[in-house]
């Protein structure tokens, strides 16, 4: 393979023409030649038996050109872009010339990633979310807690109340007459919830177990049901039994069988570090967040749309992934949600934006600031890919090219720089 030229047609477009040597081109003809062979009929031989030479004498000598020139396209078209010192998002054209097998030359239009320019990166002044845990937050976390280990009992000795369970038989009538869908037996409403139409919950409250009334109500003008719409209405009702829910008090054995701590103390203690840990996490993610638009701000130059439409299918891919691993797979989630693909890549436009605008930032950044990652950082990455998924390091290695990893560390000590020379209040 070699360069034979790299020209700029337009912003982030470039015409590269190539030369495939006749060695390379003619082990990709006999490539073709093993892997075709087999499907040709020549007369005399069995099929899949008959020689190169007598396919090319019966087909003509370029039979197998196509096909190999294929087979030649990636590998050469990568080394020519890397020896021009491009960075290929796509190829958008491909025409060979000068075909033989003495080699042949081919020229590809490709969209590159951009130059960009990007400045006072550095004295970024940002706010971040306060880390202070208050004796409210942890109250907050205690009632999660009595929530989550809450039981309903009957209440007997009074009428019902918003917040209560009422468990009722109801049936509706319009006009005089049962509609369908109006009617349940031994149904728990949770007062107060707003789960039912205006009215219905309210006129509950107030009434014991055990008695029977009618209500009056009016359907909303925009109620799913066009024949009920706006209309008023009828509801018997059948109160059975009145729940509430009751909460445990927060004592020390409250405190025994939901931790291992024994006393409250201890465990408001516990409570306090668990959420401090999480402000932490939320304002260290908040300030990525702030500073990743802040930077992007600051991008100049044009980037291909390429970039954005990759990067957003990238995204669906990763997505499908994750729905693999729990069972389902994009299809069925687009089947369920009444999206289809294009609205998907849609949806993830605006993130794949900020993503490809802050990547692009950070890999300047670290140009400029000649950030190189240690072999002792390239080291480590490889062994915690290696922990992740449970292979060998040289295996790893194997699979993701160093280039790939050292670009990576770039762009992460880029961010640190970042965040370290900024000023946070």
Avoid: W
């Avoid at 291909?304 to 990763?318: G, H, V």
């Amino acid at each position: 393979m070699a360069l034979k030229s790299s020209t700029l047609k337009e912003t982030n477009t470039y015409e590269v023409e190539v030369f495939v040597e006749g060695a390379v081109f003619m082990d990709a003809v006999n490539k073709v030649y093993k892997k075709e062979a087999k499907k040709i009929n020549v007369p005399g031989f069995r099929k899949g038996k008959a020689p190169r030479a007598v396919i090319e004498k019966l087909y003509g000598p370029e039979v197998f050109y196509d096909d190999a020139m294929q087979e030649c396209y990636p590998e050469a078209l990568d080394a020519a872009c890397k020896e021009a010192d491009l960075k290929v998002v796509t190829v958008t054209g491909l025409e060979a010339t000068d075909v033989s097998k003495d080699g042949f030359t081919f020229v590809a239009t490709v969209v590159v990633e951009p130059e960009i320019g990007i400045k006072d990166y550095k004295g970024i002044e940002v706010e971040k979310l306060s880390t202070e845990v208050t004796d409210e937050m942890i109250d907050e976390e205690i009632e999660r807690v009595r929530e989550r280990n809450s039981r309903m009992v009957t209440v007997e000795d009074r009428a019902a109340e918003n917040g209560d369970t009422a468990v009722i038989d109801f049936e509706g009538f319009c006009d005089g007459e049962a509609f369908e869908g109006g009617k349940a037996e031994e149904y728990n409403l949770e007062l107060g919830s707003g789960s039912f139409i205006p009215g219905f919950e309210e006129q509950i409250v107030g009434h014991n177990a055990g008695d029977e009334f009618t209500i009056d109500v009016k359907f909303p003008e925009e109620y799913q049901n066009e024949g009920l719409k706006g209309k008023d209405a009828q509801f018997k009702i059948k109160l059975h039994e009145i729940k509430n829910k009751e909460l445990p008090e927060v004592d020390d054995d409250f405190v025994k069988d939901v931790s291992e701590k024994d006393t409250v103390a201890e465990y408001r203690d516990e409570l306090k570090e668990q959420v401090a840990k999480r402000l932490e996490g939320e304002a260290e993610r908040d300030l990525d967040d702030k500073l990743t638009n802040v930077i992007i701000e600051k991008v100049e130059g044009e980037i291909p749309q390429q970039m954005f439409d990759n990067e957003a299918n990238q995204m669906l891919r990763e997505m499908d992934m994750r729905l693999r691993q729990q069972g389902m797979d994009l299809n069925t989630y687009m089947k369920y949600t009444g999206m289809d693909a294009n609205a998907m890549a849609e949806m993830y436009k605006p993130e794949a934006e900020r993503r490809v605008k802050m990547r692009l930032a950070l890999e300047k950044i670290a140009q400029l600031e000649d950030i190189k990652p240690t072999q002792e950082d390239i080291d480590g990455e490889y062994a915690k890919m290696a922990e992740a998924y449970n292979m060998e390091a040289d295996k790893i290695k194997e699979i993701i090219p160093v280039e790939s990893v050292t670009e990576d560390l770039g762009v992460q000590l880029a961010m640190k720089l970042i965040k370290d020379s900024a000023v946070i209040k």
